[in-house]
């Protein structure tokens, strides 16, 4: 818009036509208008889409329906990349997927909005046995087909207002905005992964139905093949005040749906 404007005011006679009329025929009608809560990703996208000619120009920001300020695209493009390097920094390097620094900020940001969101904590059942006997390398593969399946479903009904993380081991957490898909969500990732797990063992444990391994007491005894534990927290999240919180109230679900010995979910509202 700057460029424009200077550009009209450049031609001849620009200042005597231009400097007495309206500002109403210069001035950009279709500026690029972003809420003070949109995150930076998003917004340089918007920018970068917008015309060749409009690609410098400021974007306004309003908070509450009020004007708050301009961002520069150089300042925009600036943060995106420090964003982006920090995020790369904590990714966990076997799933690729954000890790608990950027885990803790997500559930800090949503405890500070209120808003209604679903927050999902899913875990394998006898993950530990099954790594004992068929080795960390076959367990790494399980980890990324968890991480895999989970993004496959999210991407499909939750995309644009959803976050997954991976937390470590076999833990991984979704965060999502929308709450009408939750149990579809839930139901997707168990009936994945139900389908894809018989492929990880051999056709004895198969046929048994289980593994004889080691528990963490040395107790030898037979496990059932692997499923998968999702413990869902619906609601106005922020109720529960701090990530430590809401993590304490997923381990309360947890050990609810581990209970079953069969791939479940359980969800409660706050």
């Keep these: 818009m700057k460029n424009k404007f200077n550009s009209m005011l450049a031609t001849p006679y620009g200042n005597a036509i231009y400097l007495g009329r ?23 996208t918007l920018a970068m889409a917008r015309q060749e000619e409009n690609l410098y120009d400021y974007v306004i920001v309003t908070k509450g329906l009020e004007y708050y300020g301009i961002v520069t695209v150089k ?3 600036e943060s995106a990349t420090e964003l982006e390097l920090k995020y790369a920094r904590h990714l966990n390097p076997l ?6 620094v ?19 904590y899913i875990d394998l059942d006898n993950f530990k046995a099954y790594n004992d006997i068929y080795g960390f390398e076959s367990g790494d593969k399980i980890i990324k087909l968890v991480a ?14 959803s976050f997954i993380g991976h937390i470590g081991g076999d833990d991984f957490i979704i965060i999502t905005d929308n709450c009408s898909c939750i149990e579809v969500i839930c139901e997707e990732i168990i009936e994945k992964f ?11 444990d198969l046929n048994k139905g289980y593994i004889i391994s080691s528990d963490r007491e040395g107790n030898v005894k037979n496990f059932s093949l692997m499923s998968i534990s999702i413990a869902v927290i619906k ?36």
């Design 22 to 44: 309206n500002i109403d025929i210069v001035m950009d009608h279709n500026p690029l208008i972003v809420d003070y809560d949109t995150p930076i990703a998003e917004v340089s």
């Design 75 to 77: 300042r925009l493009l």
């Design 95 to 100: 799933t690729g997927l954000p890790g608990n």
């Design 102 to 120: 950027v885990i803790e900020e997500k559930l800090n940001n949503i405890i500070s909005r209120c808003d209604e969101a679903g927050v999902f």
């Design 148 to 161: 895999q399946i989970a993004y496959d479903v999210v991407d499909k009904h939750a995309q644009c207002s």
């Design 194 to 204: 139900d389908n894809y797990i018989t492929s990880f063992y051999n056709i004895e």
């Design 235 to 270: 609601g106005y999240i922020c109720e529960l005040k701090t990530p430590f919180s809401i993590a304490q109230r997923a381990a309360q679900i947890k050990k609810k749906c581990k209970m079953e010995n069969i791939s479940n979910y359980i969800i409660e509202t706050v």
